[in-house]
């Protein structure tokens, strides 16, 4: 078998470190504020969207996942009211995703942790690498 090197390394590496930082985030967010890395990622892409609301095309694309895996990822959220659907008044074939007041105050609630938890993960790294491996994977994105 070739050795694993360069790109191939960075690529399984990077696996192994999603997996991981899923697991960690995954775990502590739901413990503390019953939200996936998922979750908590769709209610802040969808706050950070002007006038707070998304084409489910868009969040879909901002996620890297197709339209279907981004609606069976909303379908627990509509449930629990945490965000809802907004259809297109010109257009019905296009709805938007929004938060409800109580998915506002849950992301509100979480984004503390969100950030605790990433600082005992990455903090450990000068801030000048964190700046680069962002850089690289936005890049790669």
């Given at each position: ?119 005992d993960l990455v903090g ?18």
């Amino acid at each position: 078998m070739p050795e694993s090197g360069g790109a191939l390394a960075l690529c399984l590496n990077l696996n192994r470190t999603t997996a991981v930082v899923i697991r960690q985030i995954d775990h502590r967010l739901s413990a503390l504020h019953g939200l996936s890395l998922n979750d908590f990622t769709i209610l802040h892409v969808t706050d950070q969207a002007p006038q707070g609301k998304l084409r489910r095309g868009d969040l879909a694309a901002h996620l890297g996942l197709t339209a279907s895996a981004v609606t069976r990822l909303l379908l627990p959220l509509e449930k629990t009211r945490l965000v809802d659907r907004l259809p297109d008044p010109r257009d019905a074939r296009v709805s938007y995703v929004v938060l409800t007041d109580a998915g506002r105050e849950r992301l509100a609630d979480a984004r503390p942790s969100a950030a605790q938890i990433s600082e005992d993960l990455v903090g450990r790294l000068p801030a000048g690498q964190v700046q680069v491996l962002t850089a690289a994977l936005a890049a790669l994105a």
